[in-house]
């Protein structure tokens, strides 16, 4: 299986963060075997620059090891550390069932966020884009924000425009008249009064495999092919009842 972009990145974390470990442990090592390791035998290295090589070295690996550290840091957190999880490619286990019961999901990483494009047995195609950030979710019915301490905060990016986008290119890349973009929260608590935000639907990682069933069944009932001749509104039949009532009364 093809490395995602959240492993590459815990990769060069522990790469770097490596490199830094043998750069801070590399002046001790000199220090304890000065006496079996003389500078001054090097070409170059006279008494007076080795001193200064072995006052100010240990200082430079450091620096440059904190440095290494830092960037290792920022690598791990942007692949699954604090803050915004980056989920990778892969399927969610709450989605497996799905294939049991004759789904399609293509599973691939954009930008460090996980997308799965879900195919039904019925030809209904879904892009699902994975978020991992955390607290609550809320919506004002035309955006998404993150409530903290009953402060609604914005996301840095609009998620609700990205998802479209990437339904969009789905729906280019694979020829289709319709792809409904999801988009879910792995980490965080959704608490919406409509899990519809701008033509978006938002969900948890416990709602979505039911959420797409369900929406499975709303478009496939609203389907004009789906079911038979049209049956008459409920006013129509209310109509119909009162006609029928009528004639019953009327005297022969």
């Known amino acids: 299986m093809a ?55 240990p200082w430079l690996c450091w620096g440059w090891a904190a440095l290494l550290g830092w960037q290792a840091l920022g ?22 069932p799905l294939q049991s019961q004759g789904w399609k999901l293509d599973s691939t990483a954009v930008g460090g966020d996980g997308q799965i494009v ?15 950030d955390r607290g609550r979710i809320v919506s004002d019915g035309k955006g998404i924000f993150r409530q903290y301490d009953n402060t609604p905060q914005p996301f840095a990016a609009d998620l609700i425009a990205q998802t479209k986008q990437r339904a969009a290119q789905v729906q280019r890349r694979l020829g289709t008249k319709k792809v409904l ?10 608490h919406l009064d ?3 935000v701008a033509g978006v639907q938002v969900v948890g990682m416990v709602e979505l495999r039911r959420s797409l069933l ?7 009932s609203s389907s004009p092919a789906s079911h038979g ?23 022969e």
Not at 36 to 51: D, G, H, R, Y
Not at 75 to 96: C, K
Not at 118 to 132: H, Q
Not at 214 to 220: G, I, K, V
């Open 3 to 57: 490395k995602t972009i959240a492993s590459q990145r815990q990769g060069r974390a522990l790469q770097l963060l490596f490199k830094a470990l043998l750069l801070a442990l590399f002046p001790l090592a000199l220090l304890f075997g000065a006496d079996q390791f003389n500078l001054t035998t090097l070409p170059f290295f006279s008494e007076p620059v080795a001193e200064i090589v072995l006052k100010y070295l």
């Open 75 to 96: 690598q791990w957190r942007r692949s699954g550390g604090n803050g915004p999880r980056a989920t990778g490619a892969f399927v969610p286990a709450e989605l497996l």
């Open 118 to 132: 879900a195919t039904s047995p019925r030809g209904k195609v879904y892009c699902i884009v994975l978020k991992g």
């Open 181 to 190: 973009p999801v988009l879910a929260f792995t980490e965080a608590i959704v």
């Open 194 to 196: 409509h899990s519809f």
């Open 214 to 220: 369900h929406l499975e069944q709303a478009q496939t």
């Open 229 to 251: 001749p049209a049956s008459p509104s409920p006013a129509s039949r209310s109509s119909a009842r009162k006609g029928s009532a009528q004639k019953k009364s009327t005297p």
